[in-house]
């Protein structure tokens, strides 16, 4: 039994050890389907954006999840958006994570401007293509 106090019935879905029979997977997936809802539900209340990290912060404000379980919290709203569950756009883009750096080039042609790596693809190109298929 955890220290908090429980506003809702919904929690943090999680599958049994093992090998789960048909059973237990109904009722992970309906306990995925409510923690969905739920997301989705405060989602509707919004006027702002917020990242997975973010939503771990409302959840826990909802009392569904433990500041303990934010790490599990994160990768199954990342598994969510994977797998069709909560939208791609549920969160809101990392700033912070954006690739910095980046050369831009104005068109596909280097015209030679590869060098030594160049030339070395160009002699070596035949193996890899012969390697990409032992793999």
Not at 4 to 15: D, E, G, Y
Not at 18 to 25: I, K, Q, V
Request: aromatic letters at 6%; a neutral charge; charged letters at 30%.
């Amino acid at each position: 039994m955890t220290g908090r106090p429980q506003s809702s019935s919904v929690a943090l879905p999680r599958r049994p050890r093992g090998r789960p029979n048909g059973s237990a997977e109904a009722a992970y997936q309906a306990s995925l389907e409510e923690f969905c809802d739920r997301i989705l539900k405060i989602k509707s209340q919004l006027d702002f954006e917020v990242g997975t990290r973010g939503w771990c912060y409302l959840l826990e404000g909802e009392r569904v999840i433990d500041k303990g379980e934010f790490d599990a919290c994160e990768n199954l709203i990342t598994r969510c958006r994977k797998d069709g569950n909560l939208p791609l756009d549920i969160c809101a883009e990392d700033g912070k994570r954006a690739a910095d750096g980046i050369e831009r080039l104005d068109g596909t042609d280097v015209g030679g401007r590869g060098g030594r790596g160049d030339r070395l693809y160009r002699q070596r190109a035949p193996q890899l293509h012969a390697l990409q298929f032992l793999g």
